[in-house]
């Protein structure tokens, strides 16, 4: 089936600073990626989406500048966390979907904590 | 919006069939219906999917009626591992996801 792995699967960073967080597509072409945060006990909320090689569209009330995408292959996929606060730690979870259009495939996921 | 609804929480004993059942009210002719399950820390694991009708695999068997504005998953025989959460996201070319069914499995 179809493998989607994130880097890192944890990380803390101090409050200020920047973080990537990776997401790749192992066996297959993504055309588009999904990022989704969820916090403690609640849902994944979409963030944005990217196509390769086109901006990301990103959801109502989800900061641009502060949370950059970069869709520049087929299999990767990156989230930039700008200036992180404590208010940014959550659970950020990518998925990929292929060239045939219609299921997502989800990632692991990536523990934000900043301190 | 392709929004659904379903139950915040179950609970359930070891070797019950549980059924978890998602109001589609809004799901377009096209749309397929996918449920999924999350465990803590980690990211949702597809179970099963469908458009109409009954759909069964190893895990879990998805009926659909003939409307379209439901869908319920069905588990047999439940195990301490099912404990999760349960999802039926509705999709407008991305997958939104909602409330989740929060299911307990007790011994």
């Known amino acids: 089936g179809a493998v989607v792995s994130q880097h890192p699967s944890w990380v803390i960073c101090k409050s200020g600073t920047s973080v990537k967080i990776e997401c790749r597509s192992l066996d297959f072409q993504a055309t588009t990626m999904f990022w989704y945060r969820q916090f403690p006990k609640q849902s994944l909320m979409l963030m944005a989406t990217s196509n390769e090689g086109s901006k990301a569209t990103y959801e109502q009330g989800v900061e641009k500048d502060k949370f950059l995408i970069n869709h520049a292959s087929l299999t990767l996929s990156t989230l930039t966390v700008t200036s992180a606060h404590p208010e940014d730690s959550s659970f950020y979870i990518c998925s990929a979907r292929g060239v045939d259009g219609y299921e997502q495939y989800f990632g692991p996921g990536t523990r934000l904590t900043v301190t | 919006l392709a929004k659904t609804t379903q139950p915040i929480s179950m609970d359930s004993y070891e070797g019950q069939e549980v059924n978890i059942t998602c109001s589609h009210n809004n799901i377009a002719t096209n749309d397929y219906i996918t449920w999924y399950q999350q465990f803590p820390s980690q990211g949702p694991r597809f179970i099963i999917q469908?458009?109409?009708t009954k759909v069964t695999n190893e895990v879990a068997s998805l009926f659909i009626p003939a409307d379209r504005k439901s869908s319920t998953l069905s588990l047999p025989r439940v195990s301490l591992s099912d404990t999760a959460v349960y999802y039926c996201?509705?999709?407008?070319?991305?997958?939104?996801f909602g409330t989740g069914t929060r299911l307990q499995v007790f011994p």
């Open positions: 996201p509705g999709y407008t070319d991305k997958l939104i």
């Open positions: 469908g458009y109409k």
